[in-house]
């Protein structure tokens, strides 16, 4: 008897099965629905789905699971970029056999980096493919001989092409160390005639090729374009098939350039990675909370200095505030690095426990460089820029602050506070407002640390000119 091929719809967003059509998924897309054939299955695929639906006691055929405390750890291979900044941010390297995906908006310097990679695992005799969907090769020459003036290795190689099947073959031929795809955006399978682009084909495409990495260990370097809102273009499940998601950011009107991950199976999703934009390529930033820190602090109202313990190290950055009379019944809340729900939430717990009343005014606030920290270290200082701002007060010049501002108005503990000390005081610093409960912090010569307990406290301590007091 003859089984004729059923038809399924499929949800480009997150994978669903579906038998009939629907105009609304359960993971919430509309409209994202495409309809797929499935083969039958064939006798033996048959009996071996019923032998295991059978139960336990069927005897042969059954999958027997091991013992987790037997599952040996720490095998994984992981190859030196030779750039530490990346390597920090992957957890210590490429690990053998992953799929990284890689985002950013145009220009902002991707290529450049994975390219920079590849020169340097070339140097030390590996072979580098870098399969171009978009450039040509002379492109990319050209973006080589800016990065390695001294001559390309001979292991780096070139492909243009945009059929995945091409790539697969060239990767059994050259059987390379490393693997760069630019961009996934571009590659399509003849398997499918939805056209080059399609969610359809980024997702079948990441698929085969996170298949045939795997198999052979071989880790690659995936690059994705992002929508204006900046998020990652193409189907969510795009990065849940991928093991690494990692983001390159900065503003073009600067070089600053920050690498963080979203996603890392293999590490820390903390960890940021800092660069600076030049004519011969990217070069490391060692000193990023020198580079945050540009100008001397403690000149002007509405500007005090943070930190936030990012992955393994402390980030010392300037916090911004300025208020104005609103112009309309509707006072603007505007912020960059910092959560605009954060700012609301701060802003009240100024009016209520403070007493300092913004309801009139818009409030901006600003971290300098561009920089999003993650966390809540950086309320205290926020609060404290924004009274700063308000009252016209100037935070005194060698104050740096940290902490998380709670409802009720109280102080509550950061992590990190011992390391966030020495970096302070290396960079200058001579006075750390940080919460009571991290007052003991051991701290380096020449600077203090002073425990608060409340945003009352804290403004009253930093502001000790009567005329900016609170109330």
């Given at each position: 008897?003859?089984?004729?091929p059923?038809?399924?719809?499929?949800c480009?967003e997150?994978?669903?099965?579906s038998?009939?059509?629907?105009?609304?998924?359960?993971?919430?897309?509309w409209?994202?629905f495409?309809?797929r054939r499935?083969e039958?299955?064939g006798p033996a695929?048959?009996?071996?789905k019923s032998?295991?639906?059978?139960?336990?006691?069927?005897?042969?055929?059954?999958?027997?699971?091991?013992?987790?405390?037997?599952?040996?750890?720490?095998n994984a291979?992981?190859?030196?970029?030779?750039?530490?900044?990346?390597?920090?941010?992957?957890?210590?390297?490429?690990?053998?056999g992953?799929?990284?995906?890689?985002?950013?908006?145009?220009?902002?310097?991707?290529?450049?980096?994975?390219?920079?990679?590849?020169?340097?695992?070339?140097?030390?005799?590996?072979?580098?493919?870098?399969?171009?969907?978009e450039?040509?090769?002379?492109?990319?020459?050209?973006r080589?001989?800016?990065i390695?003036p001294?001559?390309?290795?001979?292991?780096v190689l070139i492909?243009?092409?945009?059929?995945i099947?091409?790539?697969?073959?060239?990767?059994?031929?050259?059987?390379p160390?490393f693997l760069?795809?630019?961009?996934?955006?571009?590659?399509y399978?003849?398997?499918l005639?939805?056209?080059?682009?399609?969610v359809?084909?980024?997702?079948v495409?990441?698929?085969?090729?996170?298949?045939?990495?795997?198999?052979?260990?071989?880790?690659?370097?995936?690059v994705?374009h992002?929508?204006?809102?900046?998020?990652?273009?193409?189907?969510k499940?795009?990065?849940?098939?991928?093991?690494?998601?990692?983001?390159f950011?900065?503003?073009?009107?600067r070089?600053l350039?920050?690498?963080?991950?979203?996603?890392?199976?293999?590490?820390t999703?903390?960890?940021v990675?800092a660069?600076?934009?030049?004519?011969n390529?990217?070069?490391?930033?060692?000193?990023?909370?020198?580079?945050?820190?540009?100008g001397?602090?403690g000149?002007?109202s509405?500007?005090?200095?943070t930190a936030?313990y990012?992955?393994?190290?402390?980030?010392?950055?300037?916090?911004?505030?300025?208020?104005a009379g609103?112009?309309?019944?509707?006072?603007?809340?505007?912020?960059?690095?910092?959560?605009?729900?954060?700012?609301?939430?701060?802003?009240a717990?100024?009016?209520?426990?403070?007493?300092?009343d913004l309801?009139?005014?818009d409030?901006?606030v600003n971290?300098v460089?561009?920089?999003r920290?993650?966390?809540?270290?950086?309320?205290?200082?926020?609060?404290?820029?924004?009274?700063?701002?308000?009252?016209?007060?100037?935070?005194?010049?060698?104050?740096?602050?940290i902490?998380?501002?709670?409802l009720?108005g109280?102080?509550?503990?950061?992590?990190?506070?011992e390391s966030?000390?020495?970096?302070?005081?290396?960079?200058g610093?001579?006075?750390l407002?940080?919460?009571?409960?991290?007052?003991?912090t051991?701290?380096?010569?020449g600077?203090?640390?002073?425990?608060?307990?409340?945003?009352?406290?804290?403004?009253?301590?930093?502001?000790?000119?009567?005329?900016?007091s609170p109330?």
């Open positions: 008897m003859v089984t004729k059923k038809t399924v719809f499929v480009e997150c994978g669903f099965e038998p009939k059509w629907m105009g609304q998924c359960v993971c919430g897309a409209n994202s495409y309809e499935v039958p299955e695929a048959a009996r071996r032998s295991k639906t059978a139960g336990a006691g069927a005897g042969a055929g059954t999958v027997h699971a091991s013992p987790l405390a037997k599952v040996e750890t720490g291979r992981r190859l030196d970029t030779g750039i530490e900044e990346l390597n920090r941010v992957l957890g210590g390297g490429i690990t053998a992953t799929l990284t995906l890689i985002s950013g908006e145009p220009g902002i310097g991707k290529s450049t980096l994975i390219l920079q990679a590849a020169i340097s695992l070339a140097r030390r005799r590996l072979k580098a493919l870098y399969v171009s969907g450039e040509s090769p002379e492109q990319i020459r050209t080589a001989d800016r390695a001294a001559g390309i290795p001979d292991g492909l243009s092409a945009t059929a099947e091409t790539v697969l073959d060239a990767i059994e031929a050259e059987r160390d760069i795809i630019d961009s996934i955006q571009t590659m399978t003849e398997t005639e939805q056209a080059p682009g399609s359809s084909q980024i997702r495409c990441t698929d085969m090729l996170m298949r045939s990495c795997k198999a052979i260990g071989l880790p690659a370097f995936i994705a992002v929508t204006k809102s900046g998020d990652l273009a193409g189907p499940i795009v990065e849940h098939i991928v093991d690494c998601v990692l983001s950011s900065g503003e073009k009107s070089d350039r920050l690498l963080t991950a979203s996603k890392n199976r293999f590490g999703t903390s960890e990675g660069f600076e934009m030049r004519e390529g990217l070069a490391e930033i060692q000193d990023l909370s020198g580079c945050l820190l540009e001397p602090l000149q002007a509405g500007t005090i200095a936030v990012e992955g393994t190290r402390p980030l010392l950055m300037e916090i911004q505030a300025l208020t609103a112009g309309t019944g509707f006072p603007r809340r505007a912020a960059i690095g910092v959560d605009n729900a954060r700012l609301g939430m701060i802003l717990v100024l009016e209520r426990k403070a007493g300092l309801s009139g005014s409030v901006y971290i460089g561009g920089f920290p993650d966390g809540t270290s950086s309320d205290l200082s926020c609060a404290l820029a924004i009274w700063s701002a308000a009252r016209g007060a100037i935070v005194p010049a060698g104050v740096l602050a902490g998380e501002v709670g009720a109280e102080i509550r503990s950061v992590r990190g506070a966030i000390a020495a970096e302070a005081a290396r960079l610093f001579t006075r407002i940080l919460p009571g409960a991290n007052a003991k051991k701290t380096p010569p600077i203090s640390a002073e425990g608060v307990s409340s945003i009352l406290e804290a403004i009253s301590l930093v502001f000790a000119d009567p005329g900016s109330g």
